[in-house]
T-cell receptor
Framework: DSGVTQTPKHLITATGQRVTLRCSPR?????VYWYQQSLDQGLQFLIQ???????AKGNILERFSAQQFPDLHSELNLSSLELGDSALYFC???????????FGSGTRLTVV | AQSVTQPDIHITVSEGASLELRCNYS??????LFWYVQSPGQGLQLLLK??????LVQGIKGFEAEFKRSQSSFNLRKPSVHWSDAAEYFC?????????????FGKGTRLSVIA
């Protein structure tokens, strides 16, 4: 157990739908990062939150949004889902960048 | 722009043989460098990291990596591979002293181990 909890582990949904992925960071970590992992694109950075505030944005689609709550857990919202959104979505947390990230086990999203 | 290149998509080695996985990076600032391993169906686990100092760093599971600034490389090595090392390996780079900036990952190298 890495200390980063992601739920659900698997999600199957239809095109056009909306889903929410949840991440609880490791105790004490203030930063949360979301990554999308697909076979052709590898690990793509989506968005980062630090202590409730958006810190950096990567290749995140406008259909996707995220937030970090006061208890530091984070949610990634994916809407108007397309087949191409099928991927593994990872959350990672860190206390400061130099120590690297602790990853959760991911949410596998399948859009049918 | 920062980038990480892992030239080898897939490597197959025999159990007991030595291993070297290549990583080249492009980064404007002083880099933090990391190697992560991902077993099937799992998240990424940190193997080792380099900030400064000794350019040869030791990690978990018997892995080591050497930072070579002149070659912009941070290759991962293991003297004797075990079947349990079969996994996907990712090199990543971040910015030293800029704190909490997103890591940039390479596309990964898949390691297969044969008897």
């Amino acid at each position: 157990d890495s200390g980063v909890t992601q739920t659900p582990k698997h999600l199957i949904t239809a095109t056009g739908q909306r889903v929410t992925l949840r991440c609880s960071p490791r105790s004490g970590d203030l930063s949360v990062y979301w990554y999308q992992q697909s076979l052709d694109q590898g690990l793509q950075f989506l968005i980062q939150y630090y202590n409730g505030e958006e810190r950096a944005k990567g290749n995140i689609l406008e259909r996707f949004s995220a937030q970090q709550f006061p208890d530091l857990h984070s949610e990634l919202n994916l809407s108007s889902l397309e087949l191409g959104d099928s991927a593994l979505y990872f959350c990672a947390s860190s206390d400061k960048g130099g120590d690297g990230y602790t990853f959760g086990s991911g949410t596998r999203l399948t859009v049918v | 722009a920062q980038s990480v290149t892992q030239p080898d998509i897939h490597i197959t080695v025999s159990e007991g043989a030595s291993l070297e996985l290549r990583c080249n990076y492009s980064y404007g600032a002083t880099p933090y460098l990391f190697w992560y391993v991902q077993s099937p169906g799992q998240g990424l686990q940190l193997l080792l990291k380099y900030f400064s100092g000794d350019t040869l760093v030791q990690g978990i599971k018997g892995f080591e990596a050497e930072f070579k600034r002149s070659q912009s490389s941070f290759n991962l090595r293991k003297p004797s591979v075990h079947w349990s090392d079969a996994a996907e390996y990712f090199c990543a780079v971040g910015a030293l002293f800029s704190g909490n900036t997103p890591l940039v990952f390479g596309k990964g190298t898949r390691l297969s181990v044969i008897a």
